[in-house]
């Protein structure tokens, strides 16, 4: 979606035309669900989370300063009713389920070592980790959802995957078994 196609459906969702905030929810849902998920590692409350954040955002659009800052704006309703799941402790947080599919069978060692060096990462680096490698969205797109630069990305992208590297190594899990 192009930044003038994205303004244009704000500004008519701003103006009452439901179509429009469709088609942006059809858009930004993906993301807000890795968004969710990387703060509650559960996909089915990340799907929550999402769909609550899109019923708030609707209800709040005429807050929207900028049309064009809209994808950020989105997150941070996405980011702040995610923590409000994880503070009400509506269910307890499984780490394990950071794949977000049903476990048919037992991950091996190398799957659960990635899973909790990705669990152990600040919340940041877990957001981009989470957005470009298990929701596949390019360095563009999570700009463009997150309202940072490419190279801010880049930068926590690079930090995450050191960490990672460092949490594997002390954990006994050397290069070539991953």
């Not at 769909?51 to 609707?58: G, I, S």
Request: charged residues 30%; proline residues 3%; glycine residues 4%.
């Amino acid at each position: 979606m192009t930044e003038k196609l994205q303004k244009e459906l704000v500004e008519a969702a701003v103006a009452g035309d439901i179509d429009s905030f469709g088609q942006l929810a059809r858009r930004y849902y993906a993301s807000m669900v890795a968004i969710a998920y990387s703060i509650l590692a559960d996909h089915q409350l990340a799907e929550d989370a999402a769909q609550e954040a899109f019923a708030r955002a609707l209800t709040s659009l005429s807050k929207l300063r900028k049309s064009d800052k809209f994808a950020p704006w989105l997150a941070q309703i996405c980011r702040n009713v995610a923590r409000d799941m994880v503070a009400a402790k509506t269910r307890p947080i499984n780490p394990r389920e950071l794949s977000g599919a049903p476990d048919s069978n037992k991950p091996d060692d190398s799957v659960e070592a990635v899973r909790r060096s990705i669990e152990r990462l600040p919340f940041r680096a877990r957001e981009v980790i989470v957005l470009r490698y298990y929701n596949g969205l390019s360095y563009e797109e999570i700009a463009s959802v997150l309202g940072i630069s490419k190279a801010t990305i880049n930068g926590r992208l690079t930090r995450a995957k050191r960490k990672i590297a460092k949490y594997l190594k002390r954990g006994g899990f050397l290069e070539n078994r991953l």
